[in-house]
């Protein structure tokens, strides 16, 4: 069964840093383009960050780019997220979503996802 689980989300303050997982299982993260996309109260689902199959280079969104990053353990077959300089803006149900196609470069578009976890909450709040 292919499947997407994200885990590490909460509660953090202005200014923090926070960790997301994303854990698959039936395919390989490898040789998949993978994503993070995050949707607040009220908002459309956007695309924060993403990584290439092929050539890994990195999409940032403008509102994250210098903040946050994307790495994966390929022998875990989890990829991650890691959120620094946090703000109450970024307060979101952040979703990991991936599709196992070559691709040398990758777009901050949920169209282009064939699987996706979940999601977990993340809240920055004093």
């Known amino acids: 069964q292919l499947q997407l689980v994200e885990s590490g989300g909460g509660l953090v303050q202005p200014g923090g840093s926070l960790r997301l997982s994303c854990a698959a299982s039936?395919?390989?993260?490898?040789?998949?383009?993978i994503g993070w996309f995050r949707q607040a109260p009220g908002k459309e689902r956007e695309g924060v960050i993403c990584?290439?199959?092929?050539?890994?280079?990195?999409n940032y969104a403008d509102s994250v780019k210098g903040r946050f990053t994307i790495s994966r353990d390929n022998a875990k077959n989890t990829v991650y997220l890691q959120m620094n300089s946090l703000k109450p803006e970024d307060t979101a149900v952040y979703y990991c979503?991936?599709?196992?196609?070559?691709?040398?470069?990758?777009?901050?578009?949920?169209?282009?996802?064939?699987?996706w976890g979940k999601g977990t909450l993340v809240t920055v709040s004093s």
């Open positions: 990584i290439a199959s092929s050539s890994g280079r990195v």
């Open positions: 039936g395919f390989t993260l490898d040789y998949s383009t």
């Open positions: 979503a991936a599709t196992p196609t070559v691709q040398a470069w990758c777009a901050l578009a949920p169209y282009g996802m064939d699987y």
